[in-house]
């Protein structure tokens, strides 16, 4: 039977006055009718058939800026890196775990007796803990020693410093202290790039509640919830804060640690590129910003290609393939390695090969004194 015509009207009429609002609330409302799983049980597997490129190892030989090997002092530690080097095509490893006087000249004889001087550059440490009237100088003059013992660089600095470190009067030391304007001037003055991590994503700044994407991470991690305003300065005052030191020290060659967790806003970090021409950025643990964004992202890194090193943070072997295959492949909607830290799966940015050039080895052939040639194009 056919309905009259005026019922069609009634509910076309209906349709388009309750659009969205009509949609988002039926899904809100309608309850699963069996128990759900929990944020950690649902992983549904990926029904989508795609083209898949593995990248085992980096089209061209890398530099790792943001190198955590363990501690290179024996030659089993020396070989069990090298060779996982060598599946990946890592051909320089910066050992980025700062280490400053003994602990820094017994790793830099053991790799020189093991013959991979060519393989490792070290970078050395600031004891910035109870920062006082005198320390810079004192600070200062450690960094000369250890640079003058081979150290190419210092860092990596960690987060706590702007978010923890204590002077020792009790107050929390602030980035852009003038006590230490010594330290970055002779950094300056040696050419060696200093390679800072400030904060954190912003979200483990913000509230922890149920739109913030990082819940998971936070909910498994509390010690990476900052949203405590008592104990830590919000983001952007921090970030405020490190861009003070930076604009102070023009003259210093500065490697910002983790794109300066301005991944999901990349125009924060062309801004800052734009404004302090001495300001660098490291990719590590930040893939899964980079990759879900695979067109912007290229266009930034191409319009930026000066300014980008890789790095990968944490020394696990079998999760650097990720980062190539991000950044040299066009494939699509592919796992991540890190399931808290992102729900969502990742693209390929298919940066062209000047690019990678420049991520993988030219920029940090440029800004770090005495790096090894072995082994690069030339
Ligand atoms: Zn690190």
């Known amino acids: 039977m056919r309905l009259p015509r005026i019922v069609f009207m009634l509910v076309a009429l209906t349709l388009l006055l309750s659009p969205k609002q009509g949609e988002a609330q039926g899904?809100?409302?309608?309850?699963?009718?069996?128990?759900?799983?929990?944020?950690?049980?649902?992983?549904?597997?990926?029904?989508l058939v795609v083209p898949e490129h593995e990248v085992p190892r980096a089209k061209f030989p890398a530099v790792d800026l943001h190198g955590h090997p363990p501690t290179l002092d024996n030659p089993e530690a020396i070989n069990r890196v090298i060779s996982a080097m060598d599946d990946l095509n890592l051909q320089v490893m910066v050992q980025a775990r700062g280490s400053s006087g003994e602990r820094l000249t017994s790793q830099i004889e053991a790799v020189r007796a093991a013959g991979f001087e060519d393989r490792f550059v070290f970078f050395t440490t600031?004891?910035?803990q109870n920062v006082g009237p005198g320390s810079g100088a004192?600070?200062?003059?450690?960094?000369?020693?250890?640079?003058?013992?081979?150290?190419?660089?210092?860092?990596?600095?960690?987060k706590g410093f702007g978010l923890n470190t204590r002077k020792?009067?009790?107050t929390r030391l602030e980035l852009d202290?003038?006590?230490?304007?010594?330290v970055w001037e002779t950094a300056a003055q040696l050419g060696i790039p200093v390679f800072i991590h400030t904060g954190d994503p912003a979200e483990f700044f913000e509230p922890l509640d149920l739109e913030n994407e990082r819940w998971l991470e936070m909910a498994i991690y509390p010690n990476r919830q900052f949203n405590d305003r008592s104990r830590y300065p919000t983001f952007e005052d921090l970030m405020a804060e490190r861009d003070r030191l930076l604009a102070k020290h023009t003259?210093?060659?500065?490697?910002?640690?983790?794109?300066?967790?301005?991944?999901?806003?990349?125009g924060k970090l062309g801004e800052l590129f734009d404004r302090l021409p001495n300001v660098h950025g490291e990719v590590g643990a930040v893939l899964y910003d980079l990759g879900r964004q695979p067109r912007f992202a290229r266009a930034f890194f191409e319009k930026h290609k000066d300014r980008i090193l890789f790095g990968k943070d944490s020394f696990a072997p079998d999760e650097y393939p990720y980062y190539w295959r991000v950044f040299e492949t066009e494939d699509e909607y592919f796992d991540y390695y890190r399931n808290y830290h992102a729900f969502w799966q990742l693209y390929g940015m298919g940066l062209p090969d000047d690019v990678l050039r420049q991520l993988y080895y030219?920029?940090?052939?440029?800004?770090?004194?005495?790096?090894?040639?072995a082994g690069f194009p030339r």
């Open 362 to 373: 030219g920029n940090a052939m440029r800004i770090i004194p005495n790096m090894p040639t």
């Open 27 to 47: 899904r809100r409302n309608r309850a699963p009718t069996i128990p759900p799983p929990s944020i950690t049980e649902y992983n549904p597997r990926s029904t």
């Open 177 to 182: 202290d003038p006590e230490l304007d010594v």
């Open 168 to 170: 020792a009067d009790g």
């Open 126 to 128: 600031l004891d910035l």
């Open 138 to 158: 004192r600070i200062a003059a450690q960094l000369e020693a250890d640079v003058a013992a081979g150290a190419v660089g210092i860092g990596e600095i960690g």
């Open 251 to 266: 003259n210093t060659t500065w490697v910002i640690a983790h794109m300066s967790w301005y991944t999901q806003d990349l």
